[in-house]
């Protein structure tokens, strides 16, 4: 079974995000700044059709909102998150049809954050860019890349677009 796919940009995506914005703010309060990042993102770029969001907490409050975030079934990914980016996944249907969020948790000053928005606003900012990453990610797609191997094919591009 193929994990990976590479699927048209979706116009769906930002609605999408509202929705999802709105619940976690619920959960989460407004003291969390959350972020539309991602290929769903970047309108026209295309992808693995996962709404990827990173929220931003102060340092001190990650704990609790991780605790918010498993309390209200988003499934925590020990083993996918790092020092500064605790990970959660959550699936749902909208329309009939099963989607799938990532949760990308961290503090407000950390690189994970900087990286995200700024990797988003450089493909959004740069068609040429967003192009070449997008066709990076269908060759890792059809070379039946998954995994540490798909996002290890991808990380020399990742690199120049976040310098």
Known sequence: ???????????????LFKLEKRKLTKILGKSVVIEHVGSTAVPGLGGKNIL???IASDKNKIRSA???LIKAKYIFKDKAGSKNRLFFVK??????????????LTHKNSNVWFNHLKFRDRLINDKKLM?????????AVKLGKQGK???????????????
């Open 1 to 15: 079974m193929k994990k990976y796919i590479f699927k048209a940009y979706s116009k769906d995506f930002p609605k």
């Open 52 to 54: 990827d969001i990173t």
């Open 66 to 68: 991780t605790k918010l």
């Open 91 to 104: 699936d749902y249907l909208y329309r009939g049809r099963l989607r799938q969020v990532h949760i990308h």
């Open 131 to 139: 192009l070449e990453y997008a066709t990076l990610k269908k060759q």
């Open 149 to 163: 191997e798909y996002r290890d094919y991808k990380d020399k591009l990742i690199k120049k677009i976040l310098k």
